[in-house]
């Protein structure tokens, strides 16, 4: 199994099953577009737990919980899981944050990028130009000698932290599940309406998370090293799970009439492109920066790596960042401090990629 996961059939065929179930669960009740999304999911957590109080987006998405220890269990039972940290850890948080507030500017990371194309929703194209741009620059960095330095091998508990974190969430659903009509059950806050009240059911969406967990560590998904690599490299081996995932999506939604070609009226979107491109421009950045997308980051974080574990909860902190300081895009359009905070991410990331240059 290991060695076919590390063949090009099997990021493949992680692409395809990735590409099958997030338009299931559309079907199933998550929002539209959006059957699998790591920066909306994180920022719904994030929520959830009362980090920032928009109504409607507040749900604990066990499919982010799913992938996490769906990743530890593939780590452990292939003796995969390796404990390790200390690679500038406070880059990599405020970058976490950045890459979310661009996200969010955006409505949805790359992984949702791709399922919108999918969905018929012609917007998503700037995004992934945006995506593909920021990627890009973040490949000039690199040649010119950025590095976040190298990481340590640490103690099990340390590279435990983010799985229990996401049991924990885990037990908040179960000690406090949602009560029709009340926003507030115990501890945690759930919509009444919105895109937070969109869900598949619980099983159904940990089930999902935990095999996509399991089958992505072990085949190393990732989409931003997928532009990376073709742009260093020339090597095409994680796109071409990239590009499975995209055609699966089209052919499930199409099977289950869930696509709708356009730019205006898609759900949970705008039509602003010029900000459409830049949000994604900066998340780009920050994903290259950083070594991985949010969706990678998760799979690294159970598989014991706390500096993946520092970049997610980063981009918790800016889930509430961006809804609290009116920073994240609506169907409206641009939230009213986007664009500032697009402009000061970009130049943050500057900063880190000319500042953060191993010497010769």
């Known amino acids: 199994m290991k ?7 099997g990021i493949v065929a992680v692409g395809l099953a990735i590409g099958i179930l997030a338009p299931l669960l559309q079907f199933w009740g998550n929002p539209g ?4 999304c790591v920066a909306c ?10 980090l920032h109080r928009a109504a409607v987006v507040q749900y604990m998405r066990p499919e982010i919980i799913g992938f996490v220890l769906g990743s530890l ?8 899981f390796r404990p390790r940290g200390g690679s500038s850890p ?8 950045f890459a979310m507030i661009g996200a969010l500017v955006f409505l949805g990371c790359p992984w949702r990028a791709i399922l919108r194309l999918a969905g018929g929703d012609l917007s998503a194209v700037f995004g992934l130009a945006g995506l593909v741009g920021g990627v890009w620059v973040g490949t000039l960095f690199l040649r010119g000698g950025y590095s976040l330095g190298r990481s340590q091998q640490t103690r099990p508990g340390a590279g435990l932290v983010m799985p229990l974190l996401m049991a924990g969430a ?5 000690l406090y599940p949602q009560v029709p009509g009340e926003p507030q059950s115990g501890v945690l806050f759930y919509s009444a309406k919105g895109p937070g009240a969109m869900h598949a059911p619980l099983a159904i969406s940990l089930a999902v998370g935990l095999f996509v967990g399991f089958v992505a560590q072990r085949s190393r998904f990732c989409t931003m090293g997928a532009f990376r690599d073709v742009i260093l490299f020339r090597q095409g081996h994680l796109l071409s799970g990239v590009l499975a995932l995209f055609a699966a999506a089209v052919v499930v939604n199409a099977t289950l009439g869930q696509v709708a070609i356009g730019f205006e009226g898609q759900p949970v979107a705008h039509t602003h492109q010029i900000w459409n491109f830049a949000g994604m ?3 780009g950045l920050c994903f290259a920066l950083a070594g991985g997308c949010p969706g990678r980051q998760l799979f690294l974080s159970g598989e014991g790596d706390g500096d993946a574990a520092v970049f997610v909860l980063g981009m918790f902190a800016g889930a509430a960042f961006a809804h609290n300081f009116g920073l994240a895009s609506s169907p409206a359009g641009v939230g009213p401090h986007g664009v500032a905070a697009v402009v000061v ?8 990629g000319l500042t953060m240059r191993a010497k010769a």
């Open 3 to 9: 060695n076919f996961f590390a063949s090009r059939a």
């Open 33 to 36: 577009n959006m059957g699998v």
């Open 41 to 50: 999911f994180e920022r719904d957590m994030a929520g959830a737990l009362g």
């Open 73 to 80: 269990a593939a780590a452990l039972l292939f003796r995969d």
């Open 90 to 97: 406070v880059v990599r948080f405020v970058l976490g944050a």
């Open 170 to 174: 885990l037990a908040l659903m179960l």
């Open 281 to 283: 421009l900066l998340a």
């Open 345 to 352: 991410g970009l130049a943050v990331c500057v900063y880190f």
